[in-house]
């Protein structure tokens, strides 16, 4: 009954307000032209004109309100039982039968009754091995070690170590972690957005950071990367990275004096190049340390066949140096070395063959011809005496 009364209510209230909207639609007054705005009567006509259109947009808006509350009228919301008196909560849990109402909390998954005692010993032989549980896809840690992510930059460019969370690194979180994979003290925050993204506003530059550095916490550890105001820096004790790796042989080799004791260490740091560095990454703050640690890789190439030479293992120089030489093949130094390591075993015709390709090679591309030095060794390695010449009086004691 109380419900009825309301819609008639509201139907005479409806009713009510379209006979003002059509008395006020009729009794338009009229809009003063232009030039009749400076005189009195004009502004006053101006002015009744806007209470009219204001009393009217009040009018259609008071009967659109009206409408749609007669048509939610018949409608009945759930109130959800967090929000109801305590008594009035335990009567609606009783009279549900203890669960919770299907539109007041419709995530939240209906309590499930315990299974009875005979079907335990069977959940517990269904339960997976420790053995048999899946890890995620990081590097084997030692017992009781949290697992180290990696940082891979020469070769392609590799992260590995992640969270497993159905989807990889964002792009621009792989580019964040390569740049400060090469600043070991870290860097501003405005510097990487100028080498990382140089064509986008600051704004947009700052919220991309932010985001990426979010991306980072949330697959790598949320100590993996730290920030100090606006100084972004790797911890580099969490995080394995091979450019790290390369930087502390190299200084042990820089320490060290004796050829042949180097040979370990020189292997080992070739063994960290996987490609070219940075393959496949179209990183343009990345161009110069590319170039840098192409030399680098080049010079040790240099140095291994060096110091097989001097351990008087010619195959594996001349392997060494012909490693290098698919790197860079008018690389004179690593040639110079070829031809020694062929000249020790007994090679003469691949010398040869070895010295007119590269005379070729830097004639076409570089428009050069061979340097002095590989010019004098090529006739040293080819000269039928290899003794040194008799003096005057060593002839005449004959």
Known sequence: ?????????LTVAAALLVAVIWLLAESRPPLPSTSG???????????????????LLLAIGLLCRTVVGSRRNGTVRAVPIRHLHPAHREQGRREMGGGYAARAFPLIPRPRTPPPPESLPELESMKPDAANTLEPESETSPVGQPAVARIAVLGPLTI????KHGRRLRGATRELLAYLAFHPHGAHRDQIIDALWPDQPPEQGRNRLWRAAADARNHLGETIL????????LDRSQISIDLDQLENLLTELSQSDETQNQLPR????????????LAGSDLPWAENEQRRLHAIQLELFER???????????SQALASAEEGLAHEPYNEKLARLAMQAEATLGLRSAVINRYDNLRQLLEEQLGL???????????????????????PSALTTH
Do not use: K, V
Request: aromatic share 6%; net charge positive; glycine share 6%.
């Open 266 to 277: 020189l292997e080992q740091a070739l063994a960290l190049f996987t490609g070219e560095p």
């Open 1 to 9: 009954m109380r419900t009825i009364g309301r819609h008639a209510l």
């Open 226 to 233: 730290t920030r100090e105001r606006d100084h972004y820096q």
């Open 37 to 55: 705005l400076t005189a009195a009567s004009g502004a006053n006509r101006l002015l009744g004109f806007l209470a009219w259109l204001g009393c």
């Open 304 to 314: 291994t066949a060096q110091a097989h030479l001097a351990s008087s293992n010619a």
């Open 160 to 163: 590995a170590g992640t969270r």
């Open 369 to 391: 011809q061979p340097h002095r030095e590989t010019r004098t060794l090529y006739r040293q390695l080819l000269s039928q005496d290899q003794q040194p010449e008799r003096t």
